[in-house]
């Protein structure tokens, strides 16, 4: 069993940074990948970021070179560096862990841009 806290989500201004984190209750070294997702009011949830064991990092089009997955694994943490953030970018952020073929999802963290 798995589980994933995240925190670090809040209030922005548009253009303003905020730095997501989902902490895992053990070692995420062995983590086939590790995800973000998020949720926005009345839309389907969408993969933003991905972290794969390897080290690629595919991102959704829409945040490409405003996000930054990245991975700490003697904290056993991932993080999501969110710049230049836009309302559009308004939603529920949540983390999500494979580990031998099982997801595992935190409980989400609420990031609002506005002005």
């Known amino acids: 069993q798995v589980q994933l806290v995240e925190s670090g989500g809040g209030l922005v201004q548009p253009g303003g940074s905020l730095r997501l984190s989902c902490a895992a209750s053990?070692?995420?070294?062995?983590?086939?990948?590790m995800g973000w997702y998020r949720q926005a009011p009345g839309k389907q949830r969408e993969l933003v970021a991905t972290i794969f064991s390897g080290g690629s990092t595919p991102y959704v089009d829409s945040v490409k070179g405003r996000f930054t997955i990245s991975r700490d694994n003697a904290e056993n943490t991932v993080y999501l560096q969110m710049n230049s953030l836009k309302p559009e970018d308004t939603a529920v952020y949540y983390c999500?862990?494979?580990?031998?073929?099982?997801?595992?999802w935190g409980q989400g963290t609420q990031v609002t841009v506005s002005s």
């Open positions: 999500r862990a494979i580990l031998n073929s099982r997801l595992y």
């Open positions: 053990r070692s995420i070294f062995s983590f086939t990948s």
